[in-house]
Structures are given as structure tokens and as C-alpha cells.
């Protein structure tokens, strides 16, 4: 006696599993196109050349909008982001702290960046700023990040200290005060910094629209496929 096959999963399943697909695929293509757009914008705001925005804590910021801020730079507690690679050269970001008025959150300043010395120790020297108020112009910018960061941000030992890839929270935590929630890029013509030039990602608009495309083009083949599938079922009854 020949049982009968079942099959185990029902009918609908694939559908069902198929359209979370889709679902899916048309998310991450709409999610790179609203990233796509931002870094236009990015762009936009690194090309607008209409002079520094006084700035003060608390103010509504955007990247690469040229701010200048006001206050005493804290020498005693700088921060030198190590593994920033520029012409081939190892070196460090050089950021130090501008305290504002009592109470704020410091807002950190990245100075440029300070070839690695071939004994592997900076001359301390170098690091150092006046101690008078100053105002300091740039444009809001982050902290360089690592695809992927293991272990602890922070080498252990005397300041400066060195950093790799540090989070605005760790660095907030090495300070023992808060931060402002941006990193100022010092302005290229200012003092006292070292090499600067920024720029924005080169991970342009384009290549964000590219990949939203791909995954609208995804999307609509499988749900071509799915279509056709269930056209083919039904008819074949």
C-alpha cells in the first residue's frame, strides 16, 4: 500500500517568505537613497563658502557648516588619534579640548594631523597651545571611526594619551567631563594646527543611489518571480 506524500510546509509559506523579501529589499533601497541624499547635502554644506556662524552651546548644528567658537584651549588634556594614514605616512589627529563657559560640555578640536616620529614618541612640545581665550574656526565634523574596533580606545599612561578610534563617550569618560555631541575641524588657515585638509566622504551620493538601485532591481525580480510562480500553480490546476 503506496502512502500518500504530504508536503510538510503549506503552500502559502514561500509566498509569505518571499514578500518579507521584497518588503525588505525595497527598505534597504529606500534607506540608501535617504543616504544618498544626506551625503548631497553633505556636499552642499562643505561647498557653502558664506562665512563662520558664531556658534554657542545648545545651537542647532550640520556637518561641514562652518562655525567659530569661543574659548581656552585645555593643553594638558589632548588626544592623539593614532592610525590616520595620509600620503602613504603614519600619524596622528591631533585633538584638543576648547572649554567654553563653566557648566558646558567642551567641545573637542581637531587640529590636524602630526606625522608619526620614527622613535615612535611626539615631542610634547609641539602639542602645546597658549593658554589665553581664543576664538577658533572650522566646520562641524566627527571622530574618525574603524570598520570594526576591538579592545579598549584608550592606551593607558600620562597625557597627551593616545586613542584608537575612540567613540565621543570615551573620550568624554577620559576627560571625567562631557562633550559636545561634534568635532570641530579647525579651519586650515588658522593657528595653531597642523596638516588639515578636509573633505567629505569619498563614499559619494552615487554609489548610494547605485546600490538603492540595486536592491529596488532585486526587489522587483523576486516579486516578479513570485508572480509568475503562482500564475504557473494556478493555472496548472
Given at each position: 500500500?503506496?502512502?500518500e ?15 518579507a ?45 562652518r ?49 608619526k ?45 593616545t ?75
Open positions: 500500500m503506496n502512502a506524500t504530504k508536503n510538510p510546509l503549506p503552500a502559502w509559506l514561500p509566498y509569505v517568505v518571499g514578500a523579501l521584497v518588503v525588505q529589499f525595497a527598505g534597504l533601497g529606500a534607506w540608501q537613497i535617504s543616504r544618498g541624499l544626506e551625503k548631497r547635502e553633505d556636499q552642499r554644506s562643505y561647498r557653502d563658502e558664506t562665512g563662520f556662524t558664531p556658534w554657542h552651546h545648545g545651537q542647532d548644528v550640520r556637518p561641514y557648516q562655525l567659530e567658537a569661543t574659548g581656552r584651549f585645555d593643553n594638558e588634556h589632548q588626544v592623539l588619534l593614532e592610525n590616520i594614514i595620509v600620503n602613504s605616512r603614519y600619524g596622528y589627529y591631533v585633538v584638543t579640548p576648547l572649554l567654553g563657559l563653566d557648566g558646558e560640555p567642551v567641545l573637542l578640536v581637531n587640529r590636524g594631523w602630526l606625522e616620529p620614527a622613535g615612535g614618541a611626539v615631542d610634547v612640545a609641539r602639542l602645546d597651545v597658549p593658554a589665553e581665550r581664543r576664538s577658533v574656526r572650522g566646520r562641524v565634523g566627527s571622530l574618525p571611526r574603524a570598520g570594526m574596533k576591538m579592545g579598549e580606545a584608550f592606551n593607558p599612561g600620562n597625557w597627551p594619551r586613542a584608537v578610534y575612540p567613540s565621543l563617550d570615551e573620550v568624554a569618560a577620559a576627560l571625567g567631563r562631557d562633550v559636545q555631541p561634534f568635532v570641530l575641524l579647525m579651519h586650515p588657515g588658522d593657528e595653531p594646527g597642523f596638516l588639515r585638509h578636509w573633505k567629505p566622504s569619498e563614499f559619494g551620493p552615487g554609489k548610494h543611489f547605485a546600490y538603492a538601485f540595486q536592491w529596488f532591481a532585486m526587489a522587483a525580480v523576486l516579486s516578479g518571480l513570485l508572480a509568475w510562480n503562482y500564475r504557473k500553480k494556478r493555472f496548472a490546476r
